[in-house]
């Protein structure tokens, strides 16, 4: 399942080569929400895992981002043990343009009768 989350990248890490196989980089987006008419700042922290790795090169500290990301879990034993950890795993990033956010335009709907859209007939055969 995916998921999406708007905000602006406050803090961009080195990639690391966790094994010879393995390297993951992280990064860190700010987003602020409403509850109750306070303003709420979350920083949620993302890791970029193999090729993804790069995707954060095109983007700067202060960007506006749209993040899209998989939730991935997952449980180890150790020393008799259980852990659980979950990471955010981004696989794509977008720039959001300033000022951003507007009502989106669509198109008219459509009307399968063809003198309503045009006041004439359309003598397409098909």
Known sequence: MAFDLTG???????????????KTREFVVETNEDINGRTITNFVKFQTVQ????????????????VHFNIKGSRWEKNGQTNYITNLDAWRIEQVAAGAGGPIETPPAFSPDPESQTGVADDLPF
């Open 8 to 22: 602006k990248i406050v803090a961009k890490f080195d990639t690391i080569q966790r094994s010879a196989t393995f």
């Open 51 to 66: 090729d993804r790795t790069g995707i954060l090169d095109r983007f700067n500290i202060g960007d506006t981002v749209k």
